[in-house]
């Protein structure tokens, strides 16, 4: 079955950085491109952009140009969101999210279990 | 990007109830609409996707219409389980964007 697993909590300072782990199973990795998108306490659900694990190519929201990198190691099946310069309104929880349908970009079905990110000095 | 109006924020329904929760977008966007199921603490779970299309295992009282600019999810009869936020979703352009979410609650 497809699993997302996303590493844990991070607490960190304004201006620092910060990644977040994704490691899927159940599926051919390289396959579906994967998502990110995050949710602020008690805010709604909004999306950063995605990575396409075969090719390594990305495509991010224009809010977070410049501050995410997304990237992959094939190797282990695992994809990863970097956010830098971290200010406090980046706090929230951040979820890798596959796509549904092979070698294209639709919407995602499988979720992480999310990742809490806390900036806060 | 495309803007999104989800109506309404808030639904205070009552379990048997008929429920619709309606997304209107600023552009068309033929029928690249997916509606995702939240709950406290969880991730979202895709219920519908091309606007009409029940994603597998989602029971059938949830069903989806619209194209183009106006799309519905219905609920035909509520249960305990379904009381939770609901999200619509546009993927027909960059950058995807989310719905501002419509909570249903126990009235």
């Known amino acids: 079955q497809v699993q997302l697993v996303q590493s844990g909590a991070e607490v960190k300072k304004p201006g620092a950085s910060v990644k977040v782990s994704c490691k899927a199973s159940?599926?051919?990795?390289?396959?579906?491109?994967m998502h990110w998108v995050r949710q602020a306490p008690g805010q709604g659900l909004e999306w950063m952009g995605w990575?396409?694990?075969?090719?390594?190519?990305?495509n991010y929201a224009q809010k977070f140009q410049g501050r995410v990198t997304m990237t992959r190691d094939t190797s282990i099946s695992t994809a990863y969101m970097e956010l830098s310069r971290l200010r406090s309104d980046d706090t929230a929880v951040y979820y890798c999210?596959?796509?549904?349908?092979?070698?294209?970009?639709?919407?995602?079905?499988?979720w992480g279990q999310g990742t809490l990110v806390t900036v806060s000095s | 990007a495309i803007w999104m109006t989800q109506s309404p924020s808030l639904l205070s329904a009552s379990t048997g109830d008929r429920v619709t929760i309606s997304c209107r977008m600023s552009?068309?966007?033929?029928?690249?609409l997916a509606w995702y199921q939240q709950k406290p603490g969880k991730a979202p779970e895709l219920l519908i996707y091309a606007a009409s299309t029940l994603q597998s295992g989602v029971p059938s009282r949830f069903s989806g219409s619209g194209s183009g600019t106006d799309f519905t999810l219905t609920i035909s009869c509520l249960q305990s389980e379904d009381f939770a936020t609901y999200y619509c979703?546009?993927?027909?352009?960059?950058?995807?964007?989310f719905g501002q979410g419509t909570k249903v609650e126990i009235k």
């Open positions: 990575i396409n694990p075969n090719s390594g190519g990305t």
């Open positions: 979703q546009q993927y027909y352009s960059f950058p995807q964007t």
């Open positions: 159940g599926y051919t990795f390289t396959g579906y491109y």
């Open positions: 552009q068309g966007i033929s029928s690249y």
């Open positions: 999210a596959r796509d549904r349908l092979r070698d294209t970009v639709t919407t995602p079905d499988y």
